[in-house]
């Protein structure tokens, strides 16, 4: 079986980064070479990971099987554009390269260049699960349409007028195929896990539901959904505590309701934030409790 791909992605600060650490710190115990990257501009896994990690796979200290990287989207832009234009320096004078780097440089250039990282971690066979730490969620849903989008726009593009937003349709149509296949792989369940982590509480389940919508209008099923910072019932002994599990409670019924027949996990909240090895381990014990973490 090739490389597997899952995406963790959820409103601003509901525990995708801890919970996507937490999945790949598993699969690289359990012998899996595993990379996590993160798409977010905002990248934290230095942070966690307590350890300088930034635009380039970094091994992740004391662990045997997992490497990390940070898309940085200016460096990504920087090596997208670099990577157009090799070709075109050995064939034709500065003056030209010169001008096809400015048509380069259109108002999604830089979404282009991230989504085309992006892309090389979806084509590579170096690792055998990939772990994607995904910005907040509107940010990520719009990096996934933009392949669909891209995909339109250039064929509508050479029919026309032959510009683009990326710039001209020449320079960019083998880019096509390339969104084809990445989407195609981002539909594939086989091959692809789309997870919405989620606090207990009404802003989250609306912006999850409204997400998994908008997935699903691109083909995207949502494959599991992680009900995160549940008080645990044995600290709910005065009536502040109670009543916020209750009010927990009642979103959790919710959320099965909406999303009835996909799975859900709920975790607790912890003691301490989560950050370390050690602890995405003993998160990782609760997050795969009952499955041999291979789901
Ligand atoms: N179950 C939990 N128990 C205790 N602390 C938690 C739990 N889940 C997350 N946290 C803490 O909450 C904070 C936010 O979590 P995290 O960074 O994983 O969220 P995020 O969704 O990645 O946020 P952002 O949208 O900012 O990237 C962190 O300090 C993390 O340690
Ligand atoms: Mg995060």
């Given at each position: 079986m090739g490389t597997r791909f899952i995406f963790f992605s959820g409103k601003?600060?509901?525990g995708k980064t801890s919970m996507a650490c937490t999945t790949a710190v598993q699969y690289a115990d359990k012998g899996c070479r595993t990379l996590i990257v993160t798409t977010?501009?905002?990248?934290n896994l230095s942070d966690v990971f307590e350890q300088q990690i930034g635009h380039r796979v970094t091994k992740i200290n004391g662990m045997e099987n997992l490497d990390a990287m940070e898309i940085d989207p200016d460096a990504a832009t920087t090596e997208y554009k670099e990577r157009a234009l090799a070709p075109m320096r050995d064939l034709f004078d500065d003056e030209l390269v010169k001008i096809a780097e400015e048509q380069l440089s259109g108002p999604c250039t830089e979404e282009m260049a991230s989504f085309d990282k992006f892309i090389d971690f979806m084509q590579?066979?170096?690792?055998?699960i990939v772990v994607f730490d995904t910005a907040p969620t509107g940010h990520t849903i719009r990096l996934l349409e933009l392949p669909v989008d891209w995909s339109r726009h250039i064929e509508e593009s050479a029919k026309g007028s032959g510009q683009t937003c990326m710039g001209p349709v020449a320079l960019i149509q083998d880019s096509k195929k390339k969104y084809d296949q990445a989407v195609n792989m981002l539909r594939n369940r086989e091959q692809t896990q789309f997870i919405f982590v989620m606090q207990p509480e009404q802003t989250s389940l609306d912006e999850t539901a409204r997400s998994a919508k908008e997935l699903q209008r691109l083909g995207i099923t949502t494959d599991r959904i992680i009900i995160n910072g549940l008080i645990p019932e044995a600290e709910a002994v005065n009536a502040f505590f109670r009543q916020r599990l209750q009010m927990q409670k009642g979103y959790v019924s919710k959320a099965q309701e909406i999303f009835a027949g996909t799975p859900m996990k709920e975790m607790p909240l912890f003691d301490t934030e989560l950050k370390g090895i050690d602890m995405f381990r003993q998160v990782g014990k609760v997050l795969f409790e009952g499955s041999d973490g291979d789901e």
């Open positions: 601003g600060g509901v977010d501009p905002a990248a590579q066979d170096e690792y055998d």
